[in-house]
C-alpha cells in the first residue's frame, strides 16, 4: 500500500457519556461544558474545502482511507484518560491509555495536545513494527532458498 494511495480525513474526537456525566459533575455545567467544547475542537478544520470533479469522488471512494480518532473516556474515579485509533485501510491501531487532568485544558490545552501526542507517537510506532514485520515476511516468502 502505496502512501500516495491514502485519502486522508480529518481528526475526529469522541468524548464518552461517562467523561461528560464526570467532567459536569465534577466542574459544574457551565465550566464543564467550556472545558468539553475545548478539547472538540483541538484540531483546526479548514474553512472551505477545494471543489472536486465527479472523477475524482468516484476515486476518493475506491481509495483505502486513513483515519484518526481521539477517545476520551472516563473511569468511575472521575478520572480521565486520552486514546487514539489510526484506521488505515483494513488495518486498525489503537493507543494505550494515557491519564490526563481536564482542568488544566480550561485554562490551556498544552498539556492535552501533549497527551495526545503520546498516543500518536505509540500508534506510529506500532504502525513502523507491523511495516517491519511486513517486510520482513515478504523478503522470507519470495526468497528461493
Known amino acids: 500500500m502505496s502512501i500516495l494511495k491514502l485519502m486522508h480525513k480529518p481528526t475526529q474526537v469522541y468524548i464518552t457519556q461517562m467523561a461528560r456525566k464526570n467532567c459536569i459533575n465534577k466542574y459544574g455545567e457551565e465550566w464543564g461544558s467550556l472545558m468539553l467544547e475545548s478539547v472538540r475542537n483541538i484540531e483546526s478544520k479548514n474553512m472551505s474545502e477545494p471543489k472536486k470533479s465527479l472523477l475524482q469522488k468516484v476515486v476518493d471512494k475506491i481509495r483505502n482511507s486513513k483515519e ?5 473516556s472516563s473511569d468511575d474515579k472521575n478520572n480521565f484518560f486520552v486514546n487514539s485509533h489510526l484506521r488505515i485501510g483494513n488495518y486498525n491501531f489503537t493507543s494505550k491509555k494515557q491519564p490526563f487532568d481536564f482542568e488544566q ?17 505509540d500508534i506510529l510506532q506500532q504502525l513502523t513494527d507491523f511495516n517491519k514485520l511486513r517486510r520482513k515476511f515478504d523478503r522470507k516468502f519470495f526468497r528461493n532458498d
Open 105 to 121: 485544558t480550561l485554562y490551556t490545552l498544552r498539556d492535552f495536545r501533549k497527551t495526545v501526542q503520546q498516543t500518536k507517537d
Open 68 to 72: 484518526l480518532t481521539v477517545n476520551i
